[in-house]
């Protein structure tokens, strides 16, 4: 009864928790900041080396800290055509065929 009836009918949440989770994976800023913004030490965020560098927070460095703002603009851009081609290749993959 589980398997014929309970997981069919939640894959329509589970495709929706899958994107929205790569999406808010892909525009993960906030803790990556607070978590290695040590500027005294390094001068910029991302960790040693760049360990923890995630696109968004290399855009605002770009943006804010280098003063690029039309690089930073692309940047962004790019970020949405990368999560929108993910988000339609999920949604292709996970395709709910519902039967009448």
Excluded: C
Excluded at 56 to 81: C, D, H, N, P, R
């Amino acid at each position: 009864m589980f398997r014929h009836i309970t997981i069919p009918l939640l894959r329509p949440t589970f495709v929706f928790v899958l994107i929205t989770g790569l999406i808010d994976a892909m525009k993960l800023f906030g803790p990556v900041l607070v978590m290695t913004t040590p500027e005294a030490y390094t001068g910029v965020p991302g960790g040693p080396k760049n360990a923890t560098m995630v696109l968004s927070l290399y855009q605002w460095i770009v943006a804010f800290k280098e003063g690029q703002l039309g690089y930073g603009a692309a940047m962004g851009v790019v970020l949405f055509g990368i999560i929108m081609i993910f988000t339609v290749i999920q949604l292709r993959a996970l395709r709910v065929q519902w039967e009448y």
